[in-house]
T-cell receptor
């Protein structure tokens, strides 16, 4: 149980283009999903929290117009990196929390490696 | 501001050599202390949640313990397949987790 998938697992795009990453909870309803970014040899940094049907809450320093988050259903959240630049190259990981479980555990997807050339 | 410090940053053990990893934290309104394992190029894998001081949880060769300011992950007789980065994360308000930098564990055969 508690499986989270991400697609794609890796993507290469040219500078100035946009990239969409999908995060799905496969066997539970995720009322809350989180998006993290991880640079090499660094820990996970929370970018934003999204609740189904409402606007995402972004962490300080994260540009909401650049990182568009949509949590349209209880099993799907998307992160769109708009006008990507080489400095956006990173490992993006989503996590999801089971809305029917009062516990605080977050279950993570396998991550998406983004390379902007 | 919530803070997490993990030590050591890296730990190299021989197979069968037991040790402990430390996680010190400062968080307002702790809502659980979480341990995850992360393999290179993959997302974190959930290991344990501890909610109150004195609580202990075990899974195979791993045992996690919690005090008011620290958590320990004890590894008993580790095997090479236990090699990974171990992350701790206290949970705060709005279900947010604050991750430490992790301990990179290498177990040599």
């Amino acid at each position: 149980g508690a499986v989270v998938s991400q697609h794609p697992s890796w993507v290469i795009c040219k500078s100035g283009t946009s990239v969409k990453i999908e995060c799905r909870s496969l066997d539970f309803q995720a009322t809350t999903m989180f998006w993290y970014r991880q640079f090499p040899k660094q820990s996970l940094m929370l970018m934003a929290t999204s609740n189904e049907g409402s606007k995402a809450t972004y962490e300080q320093g994260v540009e909401k117009d650049k990182f568009l988050i949509n949590h349209a259903s209880l099993t799907l959240s998307t992160l769109t990196v708009t006008s990507a630049h080489p400095e956006d190259s990173s490992f993006y990981i989503c996590s999801a929390r089971d809305g029917q479980n009062p516990a605080y555990e977050q279950y993570f997807g396998p991550g998406t490696r983004l390379t902007v050339t | 501001e919530d803070q997490v410090t993990q030590s050591p940053e890296a730990l190299r053990l021989q197979e069968g050599e037991s040790s402990s990893l430390n996680c010190s934290y400062t968080v307002s309104g702790l809502r659980g202390l979480f341990w995850y394992r992360q393999d290179p190029g993959k997302g974190p894998e959930f290991l344990f949640t501890l909610y109150s001081a004195g609580e202990e949880k075990e899974k195979e060769r791993l045992k996690a313990t919690l005090t008011k300011k620290e958590s320990f992950l004890h590894i008993t007789a580790p095997k090479p397949e236990d090699s990974a980065t171990y992350l701790c994360a206290p949970g705060g308000s709005n279900y947010k987790l604050t991750f430490g930098k992790g301990t990179l564990l290498t177990v040599n055969p």
